[in-house]
């Protein structure tokens, strides 16, 4: 069974940093390109960043360049997303998503439950 | 490439049939899914291919169209599916774009 486990959120002051690790386990994680999307209180659904199989390609949102890194460690089979230079409105509860070739697109098929990042004074 | 939905909420009754539209604002093919999110859940993959059913989903659920317009439709709505509904269109290179989303509430 595809089970997607995040962790590391909590409060932090704006400025600050965190880091976020979603494990996996039920599937051959260096397989999958993988995600983070999140998602701020009573809001929609925002694509933060993806990162291939093997790690050597990372894309990010505009709203995250520069100040967001994700990594992986699949010798862990582990996903990591590190936050700087924290902003009120990064608060959002932090998905991990896994992309799955789905004929004849690629789509996100499993998540995890989320992690809660809450930015404030 | 953005995606919008409408509407971004509607009122509906046990029984009934909803018919909810995501547009892109450049054509995308087939490549749009559609997730359900209820509160304090995880979003859950409904469609992908803008109209293949994803493995478990009851087939009340249905999608359509190709390009720029797109569809999801509920037959004969159940108490559970009153939820949040997303489109999704995923790009390797930029990124997953969302909908707004479409609130689904009982009437």
């Known amino acids: 069974e595809v089970q997607l486990l995040e962790s590391g959120g909590g409060l932090v002051q704006p400025g600050g940093s965190l880091r976020l690790s979603c494990a996996a386990s039920?599937?051959?994680?260096?397989?999958?390109?993988m995600n983070w999307v999140r998602q701020a209180p009573g809001k929609g659904l925002e694509w933060v960043s993806a990162i291939s199989g093997t790690g050597g390609s990372t894309y990010y949102a505009d709203s995250v360049q520069g100040r967001f890194t994700i990594s992986r460690d699949n010798s862990k089979s582990t996903l990591y997303l590190h936050l700087n230079s924290l902003r009120a409105e990064d608060t959002a509860v932090y998905y991990c998503a896994r992309n799955q070739p789905l004929a004849p697109m690629v789509t996100t098929d499993y998540w995890g439950q989320g992690t809660l990042v809450t930015v404030s004074s | 490439i953005q995606l919008t939905q409408s509407p971004s909420s509607l009122s509906a009754s046990v029984g009934d049939r909803v018919t909810i539209t995501c547009r892109a604002s450049?054509?995308?093919?087939?490549?749009l899914a559609w997730y359900q999110q209820k509160p304090g859940k995880t979003p859950n993959l409904l469609i992908y291919g803008a109209s293949t059913l994803q493995s478990g989903v009851p087939s009340r659920f249905s999608g359509s169209g190709s390009g720029t317009d797109f569809t999801l439709t509920i037959t004969s709505l159940q108490p559970e599916d009153f939820a949040t509904y997303y489109c999704q269109q995923l790009n390797t290179y930029l990124g997953i774009t969302f909908g707004q989303g479409t609130r689904l509430e009982i009437k």
């Open positions: 450049q054509g995308i093919h087939t490549y």
């Open positions: 039920g599937f051959t994680f260096s397989s999958y390109a």
